[in-house]
């Protein structure tokens, strides 16, 4: 089987069910560790972080494709004022 790398429908309905599969993981790990399957739980854990960066993957890699610029966030400017003096040093 084959994924057809122009067909961009099909990438991203592979990575919404990659983002469904990841929820789900994420459920079953929680269900695991509640009821003392440590072990398994942390393999869930791991599989589920395995199928979100694949899924981040396959979405950069059909924007790619697509040709859509990246969503950018804008992160708001931050100035730190300095209100407190300091002291002025003593020789002891």
């Not at 309905?13 to 003392?36: D, S």
């Amino acid at each position: 089987m084959r994924i057809d790398l122009s067909d961009l429908d099909r990438l991203e309905g592979i990575a919404e069910a990659l983002g469904r599969l990841f929820w789900c993981l994420m459920a079953v790990a929680f269900l695991a560790a509640i009821l003392g399957s440590a072990g398994t739980g942390l393999l869930v854990l791991i599989l589920g972080a395995a199928a979100f960066v694949v899924r981040v993957g396959v979405e950069d890699f059909a924007r790619a494709r697509r040709g859509t610029p990246e969503p950018t966030t804008a992160e708001p400017e931050v100035t730190i004022h300095r209100t407190a003096r300091r002291r002025p040093k003593t020789a002891v």
